[in-house]
C-alpha cells in the first residue's frame, strides 16, 4: 500500500522528478568527468591523435617531395628526348645537304 502511495505521488509530480533526474546525472556525470582514469584517458586518445596527425603531415611532405622529383624527372627525359631529336633532324639534314652540293658539282663540271 505505501508503494502505491509513492507510485501515485510520482505520477502527480513527473516534472519534479525529472529535474531531480537531471541534476543527479549532472552531478554524477560531473564526478566521473573529473576523476584521475577519465582524464588520463582523454589525455592518452588526444595524444595519440596528435601523434596519428603528424605521421600523416610528414607522410604527406615525403609524398610531395617524391612527387617533385618524379616530375623533374620527367621533364629532364622530355628535354632529352626533344634534344635527340633534334640531333636526328639535324643529322638527316646533312647528308642531303652534301647530295645537293655534288649534284650541283657535277653540273658545273
Do not use: Y
Not at 19 to 29: D, M, P, R
Not at 61 to 88: C, F, H, P, R, T
Amino acid at each position: 500500500m505505501v508503494h502505491r502511495k509513492i507510485i501515485d505521488q510520482a505520477v502527480q509530480h513527473k516534472g519534479l522528478l525529472i529535474f531531480a533526474a537531471g541534476v543527479a546525472t549532472a552531478v554524477v556525470g560531473k564526478k566521473i568527468l573529473e576523476s584521475k582514469a577519465v582524464k588520463e584517458a582523454t589525455t592518452n586518445a588526444v595524444a595519440g591523435v596528435m601523434a596519428v596527425k603528424q605521421d600523416a603531415e610528414d607522410r604527406l611532405e615525403e609524398i610531395k617531395a617524391d612527387a617533385e622529383a618524379q616530375i623533374a624527372d620527367d621533364e629532364d627525359k622530355v628535354e632529352i628526348e626533344v634534344e635527340a631529336e633534334e640531333v636526328e633532324e639535324e643529322e638527316e639534314e646533312e647528308p642531303k645537304a652534301s647530295k645537293k652540293s655534288k649534284k650541283s658539282k657535277k653540273s658545273k663540271k
